[in-house]
């Protein structure tokens, strides 16, 4: 039997790439996409088989990789814009990657899935509590939270799965990038730890397991798992 193949979105970098490497050790066929060729070559060397893509046209790509079983959504940009500098490119830009990604690739995975196959959406405790400067992202991960909703019921008479996963702040480039001009990353850092109440930031490979689990969990579809150290309470 040959093993199932997912299809990890930004599973270059950041937590995609925990996802990825916990998958490939968990015996799977791996595919990652990016829309920057530079990181791929360290996920070929893993194992995975790598594609530049870029999801803001999402439209096509399943078709490249097929058969696929599962497809973890993980790519996506951060957007720190507050009020006053808000833009219709940024917010559609982070709408894009987040959201209409989120249901276009569904709908052509959905397309080909065998029986048993899941999408996970790796959306944010964002999508459900906003913070200042948190608008746009915080909009695209409350409509990734939906549409994953919506594929659940919708697909489930076909057996195929969906679910998300909602991390809380981990460490990762994108979190050690400056969220105000001129910040000090220490600092910053040790500000984000704090907000949680076990008092540290997640790693790239606690949220891998938790996708693991929703993509095994045959009778577990439209759930939505919070991964985040506490945060939310």
Known sequence: MSPAHVLVTGGATGIGLGITRLLLNKGM????????????????????????????????????????????????NDNNDAI?????????????????????????WAAQA??????????????????????????????????????????APKRLRVNAVLPGVV?????????TPGADIGQQLTELAELHPLGRLGTPSEVAEAVAYLLEAQWTTGAELVVDGGLSL
């Open 29 to 76: 066929r791996v595919s990652v996409c990016s829309r920057r060729p530079e990181p791929l070559s360290a996920v070929e060397a893993l194992g995975a088989e790598t594609l530049t893509w870029d999801l803001v046209q999402p439209l096509g790509l399943i078709h490249k990789l097929t058969p696929l079983t599962h497809l973890v959504h993980c790519a996506g």
């Open 114 to 155: 065998p029986t048993g196959g899941c999408f996970v959406g790796v959306a944010s405790t964002l999508g459900r509590r906003t913070a200042p400067g948190k608008a746009a992202y915080s909009a695209a991960k409350a409509a990734m939270l939906s549409i994953c909703q919506s594929g659940a019921l919708e697909l």
């Open 84 to 108: 006053g500098s808000w833009s219709m490119s940024g917010f559609q830009e982070t709408m894009a990657l987040h959201a209409l990604a989120t249901a276009m690739l569904m709908q052509e």
């Open 171 to 179: 460490e990762t480039e994108m979190t050690r990038a400056p969220r």
